[in-house]
């Protein structure tokens, strides 16, 4: 079968993948497509060190193929949207309502795949850039079959990841004041679960002129192309400020442009050896800096409100995919998306 492979110095789509049956706890899902995101390009660029040779990919959705022994709540046929969080479900974490901090679905990659007699790591539990993908019962939401699957592959990842930063980590509240930096498919997110949550000026940023239109239809109210113009939009500050860039000196800015009480929500991925300065005077107003792990989410409650959400027409997912590629056009979907020129690649299989 199909697959986008990282050997560790170049990246090629290739045809001979094979892939193990399903065991118990597990479904094997037919991918019909999946998102190109930031992280898939992290890996091949070194921001993000992963084990290899390693099969990238982990927004996706598709069709269940076969479920192993003890899987219920999903059927060959349903429709799923994918989820990166491989959970144990029996952890103390877990059992708090708390997965994502499920210390058993970190740093364990599996390699379910094999090309010529040789395994591959799987990224993120779930590559989903394969035309099939093997993921914990857990990581597999059953969706309803009328949300388009190009648009329901972008929920287990920008969206758990943008909106659920905004829900259930920040906690905005009706009436709050929200800046964004970076406008790119977490950051539209990030815009879009302002809007659903009731933020009255939510503030987007970023270079790039050519992102306002699409930004203010996902929810901003104001676009700005440096962050030196907040204080005129935001004299006192934001209540919520979200970096979806990964770059240190955004870092600061957003700190930097809090109100009282204000939080800084780390959501862009720099490198893994960064560092980020902030004056420690500047925070005793109740200020807060709070990291966020995949939006803080619940996959399973979270997917499936999410898919309602666009269903009632709350939430944008069709407006996210700018751009949709059969995976033989790998490379080009990776310019185009490198180039900042869409929101969201798609491939296809």
């Given at each position: 079968?199909?697959?986008?492979?990282?050997?560790?110095?170049?990246?090629?789509?290739?045809?001979?993948?094979?892939?193990?049956?399903?065991?118990?706890?597990?479904?094997?899902?037919?991918?019909?497509?999946?998102?190109?995101?930031?992280?898939?390009?992290?890996?091949?660029?070194?921001?993000?060190?992963?084990?290899?040779?390693?099969?990238?990919?982990?927004?996706?959705?598709?069709?269940?193929?076969?479920?192993?022994?003890?899987?219920?709540?999903?059927?060959?046929?349903?429709?799923?949207?994918?989820?990166?969080?491989?959970?144990?479900?029996?952890?103390?974490?877990?059992?708090?309502?708390?997965?994502?901090?499920?210390?058993?679905?970190?740093?364990?990659?599996?390699?379910?795949?094999?090309?010529?007699?040789?395994?591959?790591?799987?990224?993120?539990?779930?590559?989903?850039?394969?035309?099939?993908?093997?993921?914990?019962?857990?990581?597999?939401?059953?969706?309803?079959?009328?949300?388009?699957?190009?648009?329901?592959?972008?929920?287990?990842?920008?969206?758990?990841?943008?909106?659920?930063?905004?829900?259930?980590?920040?906690?905005?509240?009706?009436?709050?004041?929200?800046?964004?930096?970076?406008?790119?498919?977490?950051?539209?997110?990030?815009?879009?679960?302002?809007?659903?949550?009731?933020?009255?000026?939510?503030?987007?940023?970023?270079?790039?002129?050519?992102?306002?239109?699409?930004?203010?239809?996902?929810?901003?109210?104001?676009?700005?192309?440096?962050a030196d113009g907040v204080r005129e939009v935001l004299p006192n500050g934001a209540d919520h400020a979200f970096e979806c860039v990964g770059r240190t000196e955004l870092i600061r800015q957003a700190i930097d442009l809090l109100d009282r009480h204000g939080q800084a929500i780390l959501l862009g991925v720099p490198p893994a050896t960064a560092e980020a300065s902030f004056?420690?005077?500047?925070?005793?107003?109740?200020?807060?800096?709070?990291?966020?792990?995949?939006?803080?989410?619940?996959?399973?409650?979270?997917?499936?409100?999410?898919?309602?959400?666009?269903?009632?027409?709350?939430?944008?997912?069709?407006?996210?995919?700018?751009?949709?590629?059969?995976?033989?056009?790998?490379?080009?979907?990776?310019?185009?998306?490198?180039?900042?020129?869409?929101?969201?690649?798609?491939?296809?299989?």
């Open positions: 079968m199909r697959g986008v492979v990282f050997d560790g110095e170049r990246v090629q789509v290739v045809e001979d993948l094979e892939i193990r049956d399903p065991g118990p706890g597990e479904v094997l899902v037919a991918v019909s497509a999946a998102g190109l995101c930031h992280s898939d390009l992290s890996v091949v660029d070194g921001t993000i060190p992963f084990p290899v040779p390693v099969v990238l990919g982990h927004e996706g959705a598709g069709v269940v193929e076969a479920v192993g022994a003890g899987v219920s709540h999903v059927a060959p046929g349903d429709h799923v949207a994918l989820s990166t969080l491989a959970n144990c479900g029996t952890c103390a974490d877990c059992d708090r309502g708390r997965p994502t901090m499920c210390r058993r679905a970190i740093g364990r990659p599996g390699r379910p795949f094999t090309r010529g007699g040789k395994p591959l790591f799987q990224f993120a539990s779930n590559s989903a850039f394969a035309e099939r993908t093997l993921v914990k019962a857990v990581q597999a939401v059953r969706i309803p079959a009328d949300v388009p699957l190009p648009s329901a592959a972008l929920i287990g990842c920008g969206v758990l990841t943008g909106v659920g930063a905004v829900l259930n980590r920040a906690r905005v509240e009706r009436g709050d004041s929200v800046l964004v930096i970076g406008t790119g498919g977490i950051g539209l997110n990030v815009i879009q679960g302002a809007r659903i949550a009731g933020a009255l000026r939510i503030v987007a940023v970023d270079a790039n002129p050519a992102k306002e239109a699409v930004a203010r239809q996902f929810g901003a109210t104001d676009f700005l192309t440096s004056l420690v005077s500047s925070m005793y107003l109740d200020k807060s800096i709070l990291g966020c792990r995949y939006g803080s989410a619940r996959p399973q409650r979270d997917i499936a409100l999410y898919a309602e959400l666009y269903r009632q027409g709350r939430l944008l997912l069709d407006e996210l995919v700018t751009g949709t590629y059969p995976v033989e056009d790998f490379d080009k979907a990776r310019a185009d998306a490198e180039a900042g020129r869409l929101a969201r690649a798609v491939l296809t299989f």
